[in-house]
């Protein structure tokens, strides 16, 4: 095996080419066995070299040479002149009352800067523009299928003024039908009597001729003409065709009247945007309040206090690393019921129905369950999986996040009741849509219908559609209040559809919309943030540590319309 090109070969002294490294001159970047280091140091006397064990290669600074004087090391730096300098240029009347610093130190300094710039560039910047061209790439795809919705609109828009159009041409001219056949039937039945008169005229010119012949002086004194009669001329009836009196349209007119397209005008700013009402009879707009507040603290008593799910306006749901299942009053604080899991393990999750019953997943029992009138049911069992976050969703169908045993996938199944309807776990190109592993991940369902996903190992809120197509993935937003990276716990949306999840490690809340977008954080003396939900007003429940006590804290952070 040839030592130069062998990778699996150890590596040898640059010089005699056999012996081990051992040694490494940093000043001419050489690897050298024991026995070859007082060679290569008279090979050039000019150098001072710097002779260190193999390990700590590349430790020795290299200082730059003085151009003034010729084998001197530059070890200080003048700041005034912004150069490097070496003793004896310090010492010249050049630098005299300059002030002067160890150049070690003014590279430490930089090299500090440098880092800093460099981690800003990496941690902030960078995937700050990550963000912004995924939002793009997002938003190309989904213009592809709004524009495909908008023309659609248009077409349809179209059509239904073309029935329109040819109902009310049909219409108008069914009575010109009506119209041109009774003026018709009216001059006909005139011109009957016309005619028939013209017979007894005729008549009458005959009976007339006979006499204008005769030599019976009788006849001719007993005649008598209708003459008269005939001369009253009938009343003339000739009905007029109505006109068609079209309205002339101009263009513009027509466009306003046919329908336009409008769109709203957005300069480009990193993580904000505003909401647009849903389809439908939208609900009524809510604006952020400047400064939440705290308006309730609920003490629980658990030791670990996971997950929150608000019954009503007055009474909530919570969890913990605890078999029972308490529910408080809001106002009061006080303990209203308590119910231990059938297992005797701790829930997962908990979550409310639309019937208002509490649903929880035991991931050791692998099991789903619902407790109606305090007697649990259990309503899903899986083999091969074991159940984590769940929801109830608008429809009344249970979404459950689910790890296959070993933890090698995770998925989200749509049950309604025992019955399983849908299955969420692939994006178009196959590749999964969540991470796998042990981690913490807990769901809800938007007011658009989205699935929103908090992903704890990945860092990341995945966002499906209705059919479980990928809509986006958010990754946080900086700078975080306390600059750590994204830790998504809870996952809740309120009546703006509004995406709200804590952030663990930062001990905040990020609101986004529905569309991915960075709206505002909530930061209020939250410490360990875990569980939140948020109740019919748009007040928002967060379970956090509070004096070493698990805690529930209301928080007001929307004005009410």
Known sequence: MDPR????????CDLCETAVVQM???????????????????????????????????????????????????????????????????????????????????CKEKKEKVIEERNELNETIYPTFQDIAFDL?????????????????????????????????KKLKAEVDEMKNTQLQTLQKHLDEINKTMSNIKDEIESLEIVTVTNDMSKLLSVESNLYTYRDLPKKNMPSVPKFISEKIEVDDFSKLFGSLSSDKHGYSMKTTQKSPEAGSPPPVKQLLDEPETVTTI????????????????????????????????????????????????????????????????????????????????VIRLQKWKPRGVCSTSSGDLLV???????????????????????????EKGQPLYSSGQYNRYITENGNLDICLSDGKANTVVVVNQAGKLRFRYTGHTPAPKNQPFNPRGITTDSQSHIL?????????????????????????????????IDTNDNLFVAHTKNDTEVIIKIEYMHIK
């Open 5 to 12: 090109t062998s990778a699996q070969d150890i590596m040898r």
């Open 24 to 106: 490494h001159c940093d000043t001419c970047l050489v690897n050298l066995c024991t026995a070859c280091v007082g060679k290569h140091m008279i090979s050039d006397e000019s150098k001072d070299h710097k002779v260190v064990k193999f390990q700590s290669r590349k430790s020795t600074p290299i200082y730059p040479g003085c151009k003034y004087h010729d084998k001197e090391r530059s070890e200080m730096y003048c700041n005034q002149c912004d150069i490097p300098a070496c003793v004896y240029c310090i010492t010249s009347d050049q630098h005299q009352g300059h002030k002067i610093l160890p150049l070690m130190q003014v």
């Open 137 to 169: 790439q997002n938003r190309m795809s989904q213009l592809e299928t709004e524009y495909g919705d908008l023309s659609t609109a248009i077409t349809k828009h179209g059509e239904d003024w073309h029935r329109e159009i040819d109902k009310l041409v």
């Open 299 to 378: 003490d629980t008593g658990f030791g670990v206090l996971n997950n929150v799910a608000c019954l009503s306006d007055e009474e909530i749901w919570t969890s913990g690393h605890d078999s029972t299942m308490k529910l408080y009053s809001i106002n009061q604080g006080s303990l209203h019921k308590s119910i231990t899991t059938k297992s005797g393990n701790w829930p997962d999750d908990i979550a409310v129905t639309k019937s208002g019953d509490l649903v929880y997943t035991d991931t050791s029992d692998r099991t789903v369950n619902i407790v109606k009138n305090e007697k649990i049911k259990e």
């Open 401 to 427: 996040i689910m790890d296959s045993d070993g933890y090698k996938q995770t998925k989200v199944v749509r049950y309604s009741g025992s019955t399983e309807k849908q299955t969420i776990q692939f994006d």
């Open 501 to 533: 999840t804590v952030d663990y490690i930062n001990d905040c809340v990020h609101i986004i919309d529905k569309d991915g977008q960075f709206v505002r954080y909530i930061d209020h003396g939250l410490y360990y943030p875990w569980g939140l939900c």
